[in-house]
């Protein structure tokens, strides 16, 4: 399963790049994150409950991330499982400073195991980009937030 | 007695099936409506990979979950009962047995891994997922051809992927026939994966009860007393205090006719806990852990003299069998060349069955079980020749057909056909469809660029199943006739229908015959503890051999009620005649005695015969001398839209023989039900697997088995050639729809296109696949 997308927002790139290493940010972001520790150097576990259709469970995984090109581009590797099953994937993350901000292009190869690759893989397509989308929403969000909190300050 | 008292003839007559009220009403009674107090519930943990080494498992978490009252895991299991069983063990076949939880290496997706027991479904649900099973991911192979060429070992142990090769025929005959003959034609042939989807999944209820030490097993089979001797084997319990019941069953297509993990979980989890354990199969599960069907691919030549004249016949049959045996994976794909030969005569035949592991589900019996395929391979053959020769391919056909006075007739494959008249089949479908005329209307529509086809299965098929010889537990069926008290019916038989209407048939068989209302008739079926012997349903054997043991039981209550006649009436016995239920003197027919009043006499045994024990009652066993062959003719009038690829089916036209007709009701719905499921899978059905193993149609959303208005309405007809085989004259029906049809969609597809230069299209036919073929045919990519 192939996942490709992107996502402009009005923030600089170094505060994308950061943000998206940065543990306490993801798990305010990462949809039904209830536990993300590092593990390593740029490592993580993770603990995941996700409500949608089909996928619906809880996770348990490991994030890393590689061939870091910092601000610009990274490597991520994502491994896991719970009771519907699991799954591995692998992916590039690019940020491009433009007009409006940064672009985030993403473009990832998962592989599903067990009962999640039988729920139809147009579902399971469209459940993981509604998580996606979820995610860069609220990183979106949290930036913003962020932006305030430092203004105000 | 008069005619005009006789009662109503009930043999041959459409009698709306007696179990549908109950079925359709809410008032059947399913594995899963059963509840005896303090049942619990089991659901299994499987495995998610293909093949992956178990390095560790952890239930600890699951253990302690709430309800949960015990956790079985492989090593235990493995201790506490004998592996899953396999009946069909063919010469120098590798078997590698598993139990029914696998610790060490797992081989498929939906493997059982470990099995939770808990107070209801849900907590069940909710421990196994607490379970850690950590895997070791190994390199799977999805791929047969690629299995036999040196991919990944399914089994370490045995060094190569190959199970077992089955040769058939005369190899040198026919190789020289096919060098020597005029016109070859050569092609690769898929017969794609199929899953059975019986709308009840698979359903089991166990219940050791300390005291008696008995266990009793509901369950959804189609097999009951199969399953009760093969049970107290692998779950170590003795068979007399074994009983299995197989309640209303909600279809099976084959794939019921097996015994399974999650029965010998539920068996030993009752033993240990002395409660009920139920297990319900999950859609989801029934997909990857149920059996699969057919997954053959046939490399066929067919040789023919410049005339049509058939000279030779070869196939190599590469058969996916999946991960392991089941009860009878081994068998099913040697009937597809036990039928290699079909409805025509030919001078030299050899095939050679493949048989391969790979890391998928394993295959097994699905409806019509080897010989939709054999159908489909020389089916095929036939149109792919006659294209080649320019010649209409009925006059083909016809040309090359067994004749009506050539019965019985011994084929390569050393097989005897019963009795048969291809033409006549043949003849009534051209009238249906209006040939002459279609194929005018077609050039016609050409012109304006439609795309019409039409295409023809002439296929024959072996039912009856069968003569003990040919299986391994025995193709004989038992059948009991008892008279009560009051002159009421019962009849108690060895079949196991689940869909089949035998509680219809064979009570108008039973009713006709003793002269006595079909509401007068019962009859018992599926349970070990009323019926004292049986086989089961599958081979569209019930009728042709469970009516056949019915019939005999028959005959022995009609000689007995002549003893107690001709004694009441002071007669000799040899004197009487019995007719609708009554006893009377030969010619006089004035005088008689009723069937209440001899069971009366027989029940009270005041005043018996000589020689005659009381009651009346009497068990026959029918051991088959020989299967039965019907055949038929099965027509497919298709349109296709070469800018979309999409097929529409216009027309379906199937003439079946399946000889004498006992209701014509059930007959019909039969061939409805097998239409649907061989036009499907010409037309709609596929298990597709990605190159992890993982099969992507693993749902109803992805996996599609037909609906009512993906089918056009049926046009069907019968003719009747009776076999010779059974007293019934009976041959069977259960198949011939799914057996018949499959070819005739593809060869009116490849018709259709003929004028765009299409050969052929591997099934299914999705419209991706068609219009591939219509751009390779131009010489281009789409």
């Given at each position: 399963m192939q996942l490709i997308g992107s996502r402009t927002m009005p923030y600089a790139r170094e505060r994308v790049w950061a943000a998206l290493q940065d543990p306490a940010m993801l798990r305010k972001t990462l949809p039904g994150c209830e536990e993300l520790t590092p593990s390593g150097e740029d490592s993580f576990d993770a603990k995941v409950t996700i409500g949608v259709a089909a996928i619906k469970g809880r996770y348990k995984g490991k994030v890393r991330l590689f061939d870091l090109e910092p601000p610009r581009k990274l490597r991520m590797a994502v491994e896991g499982g719970g009771g519907p099953g699991r799954m591995r994937g692998e992916g590039t993350v690019e940020l491009e400073s433009v007009a409006e901000g940064t672009k985030l292009v993403y473009d990832g190869e998962a592989a599903t195991f067990g009962p999640i690759a039988r729920v139809g893989q147009r579902l399971l397509r469209s459940a993981a980009n509604k998580l996606l989308g979820e995610f860069l929403s609220r990183l979106e969000q949290e930036l913003g937030r962020e932006g305030e909190s430092e203004r105000a300050s | 007695m008069t005619t005009q008292e006789r009662p109503p003839k009930l043999i041959g007559e459409p009698i709306k099936r007696r179990e549908d009220p109950r079925l359709i009403t809410g008032q059947g009674s399913y594995v899963d409506d059963l509840q005896p107090l303090g049942t619990l519930h089991l659901v299994i943990v499987r495995s998610p990979y293909a093949h992956a080494r178990v390095t560790g498992i952890d239930v600890s978490a699951a253990r302690n979950a709430p309800g949960v009252v015990a956790v079985l895991t492989p090593e235990d299991v493995q201790q506490s009962t004998e592996p899953v069983p396999v009946a069909a063990q063919l010469e120098g076949m590798h078997m590698p047995l598993r139990h029914a939880l696998t610790g060490?290496?797992?081989?498929?997706?939906?493997?059982?891994?470990?099995?939770?027991?808990?107070?209801?479904?849900?907590?069940?649900?909710?421990?196994?997922?607490?379970?850690?099973?950590?895997?070791?991911?190994?390199?799977?192979?999805?791929?047969?051809?690629?299995?036999?060429?040196?991919?990944?070992?399914?089994?370490?142990?045995?060094?190569?992927?190959?199970?077992?090769?089955?040769?058939?025929?005369?190899?040198?005959?026919?190789?020289?026939?096919?060098?020597?003959?005029?016109?070859?034609?050569?092609?690769?042939?898929?017969?794609?994966?199929?899953?059975?989807?019986?709308?009840?999944?698979?359903?089991?209820?166990?219940?050791?009860?300390?005291?008696?030490?008995?266990?009793?097993?509901?369950?959804?089979?189609?097999?009951?007393?199969?399953?009760?001797?093969?049970?107290?084997?692998?779950?170590?319990?003795?068979?007399?205090?074994?009983?299995?019941?197989?309640?209303?069953?909600?279809?099976?297509?084959?794939?019921?006719?097996?015994?399974?993990?999650?029965?010998?979980?539920?068996?030993?989890?009752?033993?240990?806990?002395?409660?009920?354990?139920?297990?319900?199969?999950?859609?989801?599960?029934?997909?990857?852990?149920?059996?699969?069907?057919?997954?053959?691919?046939?490399?066929?030549?067919?040789?023919?003299?410049?005339?049509?004249?058939?000279?030779?016949?070869?196939?190599?049959?590469?058969?996916?069998?999946?991960?392991?045996?089941?009860?009878?994976?081994?068998?099913?794909?040697?009937?597809?060349?036990?039928?290699?030969?079909?409805?025509?005569?030919?001078?030299?035949?050899?095939?050679?069955?493949?048989?391969?592991?790979?890391?998928?589900?394993?295959?097994?019996?699905?409806?019509?079980?080897?010989?939709?395929?054999?159908?489909?391979?020389?089916?095929?053959?036939?149109?792919?020749?006659?294209?080649?020769?320019?010649?209409?391919?009925?006059?083909?056909?016809?040309?090359?057909?067994?004749?009506?006075?050539?019965?019985?007739?011994?084929?390569?494959?050393?097989?005897?056909?019963?009795?048969?008249?291809?033409?006549?089949?043949?003849?009534?479908?051209?009238?249906?469809?209006?040939?002459?005329?279609?194929?005018?209307?077609?050039?016609?529509?050409?012109?304006?660029?439609?795309?019409?086809?039409?295409?023809?299965?002439?296929?024959?098929?072996?039912?009856?199943?069968?003569?003990?010889?040919?299986?391994?537990?025995?193709?004989?069926?038992?059948?009991?006739?008892?008279?009560?008290?009051?002159?009421?019916?019962?009849?108690?038989?060895?079949?196991?229908?689940?869909?089949?209407?035998?509680?219809?048939?064979?009570?108008?068989?039973?009713?006709?015959?003793?002269?006595?209302?079909?509401?007068?008739?019962?009859?018992?079926?599926?349970?070990?503890?009323?019926?004292?012997?049986?086989?089961?349903?599958?081979?569209?054997?019930?009728?042709?051999?469970?009516?056949?043991?019915?019939?005999?039981?028959?005959?022995?209550?009609?000689?007995?009620?002549?003893?107690?006649?001709?004694?009441?009436?002071?007669?000799?016995?040899?004197?009487?005649?019995?007719?609708?239920?009554?006893?009377?003197?030969?010619?006089?027919?004035?005088?008689?005695?009723?069937?209440?009043?001899?069971?009366?006499?027989?029940?009270?045994?005041?005043?018996?015969?000589?020689?005659?024990?009381?009651?009346?009652?009497?068990?026959?066993?029918?051991?088959?001398?020989?299967?039965?062959?019907?055949?038929?003719?099965?027509?497919?009038?298709?349109?296709?839209?070469?800018?979309s690829g999409a097929i529409d089916l216009q027309r379906f036209i199937s003439v079946d023989d399946c000889g004498n007709i006992i209701n014509p009701l059930i007959v019909e719905g039969q061939i409805h039900g097998g239409l649907a499921q061989g036009i499907a899978q010409a037309l709609y059905e596929e298990a597709v697997y990605d190159a992890n193993g993982q099969l992507l149609s693993g749902s109803l959303m992805d996996y599609a088995v037909p609906r009512a208005d993906q089918l056009p309405s049926f046009e069907l007809a019968t003719t009747v050639t009776p076999t010779g085989v059974n007293p019934l004259g009976a041959k069977g029906v259960g198949e011939a729809g799914t057996i018949g049809s499959t070819p005739a969609i593809v060869n009116a597809v490849v018709d259709a296109l003929a004028p765009l230069g299409v050969q052929h299209i591997e099934m299914m036919l999705r419209p991706e696949r068609v219009l591939d073929a219509i751009q390779a045919a131009k010489g281009g990519a789409r």
């Open positions: - | 060490g290496e797992v081989k498929f997706v939906g493997e059982p891994v470990v099995a939770i027991v808990a107070e209801d479904r849900y907590l069940a649900a909710d421990a196994a997922e607490l379970v850690e099973v950590e895997y070791e991911e190994l390199p799977a192979v999805i791929d047969p051809e690629q299995a036999l060429e040196g991919g990944p070992l399914v089994h370490d142990e045995l060094g190569t992927n190959l199970c077992v090769v089955s040769p058939i025929g005369d190899a040198e005959a026919a190789a020289r026939a096919i060098e020597g003959a005029e016109v070859v034609i050569k092609q690769r042939l898929m017969n794609q994966r199929l899953i059975p989807n019986p709308i009840e999944p698979r359903a089991v209820l166990a219940h050791y009860e300390p005291g008696p030490g008995t266990l009793t097993v509901w369950s959804s089979t189609q097999i009951p007393h199969l399953l009760k001797t093969l049970l107290s084997a692998c779950a170590r319990v003795p068979e007399q205090l074994v009983r299995v019941v197989a309640p209303d069953v909600g279809g099976g297509f084959g794939c019921k006719l097996n015994v399974y993990p999650e029965e010998i979980l539920a068996a030993l989890a009752s033993r240990r806990l002395e409660r009920p354990v139920k297990f319900v199969e999950t859609r989801q599960e029934n997909y990857v852990a149920t059996i699969h069907g057919r997954d053959l691919i046939g490399h066929l030549e067919l040789g023919a003299k410049r005339d049509g004249t058939l000279v030779g016949y070869r196939i190599k049959v590469i058969a996916d069998i999946g991960a392991y045996q089941h009860l009878l994976t081994a068998a099913i794909p040697t009937l597809t060349a036990l039928m290699l030969q079909g409805v025509y005569k030919i001078p030299a035949l050899a095939g050679e069955i493949v048989e391969v592991f790979t890391n998928k589900t394993p295959t097994d019996a699905y409806r019509g079980a080897g010989r939709p395929e054999a159908t489909y391979y020389l089916e095929r053959g036939m149109d792919l020749l006659a294209a080649e020769l320019g010649m209409d391919p009925v006059e083909l056909r016809r040309k090359n057909f067994i004749g009506a006075g050539e019965f019985p007739f011994d084929t390569q494959t050393g097989l005897v056909y019963d009795s048969g008249d291809y033409d006549a089949a043949l003849d009534k479908a051209l009238a249906i469809v209006g040939y002459d005329d279609f194929r005018s209307e077609q050039a016609r529509l050409r012109e304006a660029g439609r795309y019409l086809g039409v295409g023809f299965s002439t296929y024959v098929e072996i039912c009856g199943v069968g003569p003990s010889s040919a299986l391994p537990a025995g193709g004989w069926e038992a059948g009991t006739v008892r008279v009560e008290r009051t002159g009421k019916v019962t009849v108690l038989t060895g079949v196991s229908p689940h869909g089949q209407g035998e509680e219809t048939s064979f009570a108008q068989i039973a009713a006709e015959r003793l002269g006595v209302g079909i509401e007068d008739v019962t009859v018992i079926h599926g349970d070990t503890a009323q019926v004292s012997a049986g086989i089961g349903t599958f081979g569209s054997r019930s009728l042709a051999v469970g009516g056949t043991a019915l019939v005999m039981s028959l005959d022995k209550i009609e000689a007995k009620a002549k003893r107690f006649a001709a004694h009441a009436m002071e007669v000799q016995a040899d004197d009487l005649e019995f007719e609708a239920g009554q006893v009377f003197v030969k010619d006089a027919p004035e005088k008689t005695i009723s069937l209440p009043e001899i069971a009366t006499l027989a029940y009270n045994a005041v005043d018996l015969p000589p020689d005659t024990e009381p009651g009346l009652e009497a068990t026959s066993y029918y051991e088959p001398g020989n299967f039965t062959f019907p055949f038929g003719t099965h027509v497919a009038v298709v349109e296709v839209d070469t800018d």
